[in-house]
């Protein structure tokens, strides 16, 4: 099982970016993906999670300026977001709670993005 982050960079508060991440070895339609952050010296804290169904669930502090989405013909995971500030620099990852054969569930994580919003 992968997951592959890309799309992270350095934006300017008020940008934008869009964070996608692509999945492999599971059967993804079947599966909630979230989007997980950590800044600095904090501990990580979800930021958006996607069902297999497609509904969405987002932190506080994203809410109104991210939006996640998926296309499980690409097995891909998207973020975008939109109106960025400083507060939201921090590594994203991509992250999914996958069974296993024995239906034992294992979290699994990309190797993250990180996004830094600064002038």
């Known amino acids: 099982i992968q997951l592959v982050e890309s799309g992270g960079g350095l934006v300017q508060p008020g940008g934008s970016l869009r964070l996608s991440c692509v999945a492999s070895?599971?059967?993804?339609?079947?599966?909630?993906m979230s989007w997980v952050r950590q800044a600095p010296g904090k501990q990580r804290e979800l930021a958006a999670r996607i069902t297999s169904g497609g509904s969405t669930n987002y932190a506080d502090s994203v809410k109104g300026r991210f939006t996640i989405s998926r296309d499980n013909a690409k097995n891909t995971v998207y973020l975008q977001m939109n109106s960025l500030k400083p507060e939201d620099t921090a590594v994203y990852y991509c992250n999914g709670n996958i069974r296993d054969v024995f239906l034992r569930s294992h979290d699994y994580w990309g190797q993250g993005t990180q996004v830094t919003v600064s002038t």
């Open positions: 070895g599971f059967t993804f339609d079947e599966y909630a």
